[in-house]
């Protein structure tokens, strides 16, 4: 059974930086595309990076992109979300994803995901 593992979400002030680690076990960490997601309270899980299997084509979302960066250690099976300057906007529950590499076509959309994880508290304090 694959597992999803997230940490790294804390409290911190907003202009701050952050980096969120996702250890996945249980399944061959090379096939999977993964990817961020993330829900503040009250409104609906959006998308916001991904990385596909090998780490040569990453993805993100408008409202993170060049503070925000993805990357992957397939040899300690885990996945990356480096978040800098961050904003208040930034306050979410993080979660972590997984999608077969074949399977996933548009990475932004959560139902192409067949694993995820428990999520991470993030909040950006102004």
């Known amino acids: 059974q694959v597992q999803l593992v997230e940490s790294g979400g804390r409290l911190v002030q907003a202009g701050g930086s952050l980096r969120l680690s996702c250890a996945t076990s249980?399944?061959?960490?090379?096939?999977?595309?993964m990817g961020w997601f993330r829900q503040a309270p009250g409104k609906e899980r959006e998308f916001v990076a991904a990385?596909?299997?090998?780490?040569?084509?990453?993805y993100y979302s408008d409202s993170v992109k060049g503070r925000f960066t993805i990357s992957r250690d397939n040899a300690k099976n885990t996945v990356y979300l480096q978040m800098n300057s961050l904003k208040p906007e930034d306050t979410a529950i993080y979660y972590c994803a997984a999608g077969y590499y074949y399977s996933v076509s548009y990475y932004s959309e959560a139902d192409q995901y067949d694993y995820w994880g428990q999520g991470t508290q993030v909040t950006a304090s102004s």
């Open positions: 990385i596909t299997w090998s780490g040569g084509r990453t």
């Open positions: 249980g399944g061959t960490f090379g096939s999977y595309t």
